[in-house]
Antibody, heavy 123, light 110 residues
Framework: EVQLVESGGGLVKPGASLRLSCAGS????????LNWVRQAPGKGLEWVSS????????YYADSVKARFTISRDNAKSSLYLQMDSLTVEDTAVYYC????????????????WGQGTLVTVSS | QSVLTQPPSASGTPGQRVSISCSGG????????VNWYQHFPGVAPKLLMY???KRPSGVPDRFSGSKSGTSASLAISGLRSEDEADYYC???????????FGGGTKLTVL
């Protein structure tokens, strides 16, 4: 069974940094792209970032570009999201999701999701 | 404001057929396939439809997807109370070089 388990969320002040992790199991971790998607309170799903299976390509939403960094360690079956210069608008539940499909991200869908980790940015 | 436009709400009675629309543009739906996700509050979202009209294993055939031009649609026939959830469309956007989601549609089964 595919499992994705996020961790690292918490309460931080504006301007602070936080690093989220997502541990994958039950499948060949290195064979799939991975993604971060967030949901702010009372809002819809918002894509944050994606990384290809071998880390060759990374993609970011404009709202987080230059502040967030996605990375992965296939040897540890782990995905990361380094979040810097956090603002109150980054308050959300952050989900990691596995990508499946063709060679390019645009052909993918997110077939397995974690339960999410809550990030709260507040003074 | 989401790049993909969905109605904020939809409703139907048990057994009815309901449809949820998703409108985009040439750089997203017009050029790439659409995926749909079902989300119950507090749990992980679930892939409901991929590549416009394909159902993952385990998704009932009451759910169907379609796409025409820059719009897509999710239809649910034989509506059940357990279908009450939030539904999101998503597509890759070539101009933004990233994924875009619709704002979500809250489906209520009356």
């Amino acid at each position: 069974e595919v499992q994705l388990v996020e961790s690292g969320g918490g309460l931080v002040k504006p301007g602070a940094s936080l690093r989220l992790s997502c541990a994958g199991s039950g499948y060949t971790f290195s064979a799939h792209s991975l993604n971060w998607v967030r949901q702010a309170p009372g809002k819809g799903l918002e894509w944050v970032s994606s990384i290809t299976s071998n880390s060759a390509y990374v993609y970011y939403a404009d709202s987080v570009k230059a502040r967030f960094t996605i990375s992965r360690d296939n040897a540890k079956s782990s995905l990361y999201l380094q979040m810097d210069s956090l603002t109150v608008e980054d308050t959300a539940v952050y989900y990691c999701a596995r990508g499946v499909g063709g060679n390019h991200q645009k052909l993918h869908s997110f077939d397995n999701w974690g339960q999410g980790t809550l990030v709260t940015v507040s003074s | 404001q989401s790049v993909l436009t969905q109605p904020p709400s939809a409703s139907g009675t048990p057994g009815q057929r309901v449809s949820i629309s998703c409108s985009g543009g040439g750089s997203n739906i017009g050029s790439n396939s659409v995926n749909w996700y079902q989300h119950f509050p507090g749990v992980a979202p679930k892939l409901l439809m991929y590549t416009d009209d394909k159902r993952p294993s385990g998704v009932p055939d009451r759910f169907s997807g379609s796409k025409s031009g820059t719009s897509a649609s999710l239809a649910i026939s034989g509506l059940r109370s357990e279908d009450e959830a939030d539904y999101y469309c998503a597509a890759w956007d070539d101009s933004l070089n990233g994924w875009v989601f619709g704002g979500g549609t809250k489906l209520t089964v009356l």
